[in-house]
Nanobody
Framework: QVQLVESGGGLVQAGGSLRLSCAASGIIFSINAMHWYRQAPGKQRELVAAVTRGGRTNYADSVKGRFTISRDNTKNTVYLQMNSLKPEDTAVYYC?????????WGQGTQVTVSS
């Protein structure tokens, strides 16, 4: 059974930092591309950051320079370090694992940034 379990969300003031974690089980973690998505109320889910199995990263323009995605294949975990948070970063953040047609999602973790 595949499980992606996010943690690390919470309430933070603007300018603050949070570190999200996503622990994966039931998949061969190292071969999967890993992603962080987010969905704000009334908006579509959007890709925030991605890391390939080779470690190449990609970011949404809105978070470049503020967020850092990383992975630890020894712990089957992907991280999202979020700095200089803004109220517009408020959303539910979802972890995603993808390997060709295999596509798995976590349950999401709420991030709320107060102004």
């Amino acid at each position: 059974q595949v499980q992606l379990v996010e943690s690390g969300g919470g309430l933070v003031q603007a300018g603050g930092s949070l570190r999200l974690s996503c622990a994966a089980s039931g998949i061969i973690f190292s071969i999967n591309a890993m992603h962080w998505y987010r969905q704000a109320p009334g908006k579509q889910r959007e890709l925030v950051a991605a890391v390939t199995r080779g470690g190449r990263t990609n970011y949404a323009d809105s978070v470049k320079g503020r967020f850092t995605i990383s992975r630890d294949n020894t712990k089957n975990t992907v991280y999202l370090q979020m700095n200089s948070l803004k109220p517009e970063d408020t959303a539910v953040y979802y972890c995603n694992a993808r390997y060709f047609d295999d596509d798995y999602w976590g349950q999401g973790t709420q991030v709320t940034v107060s102004s």
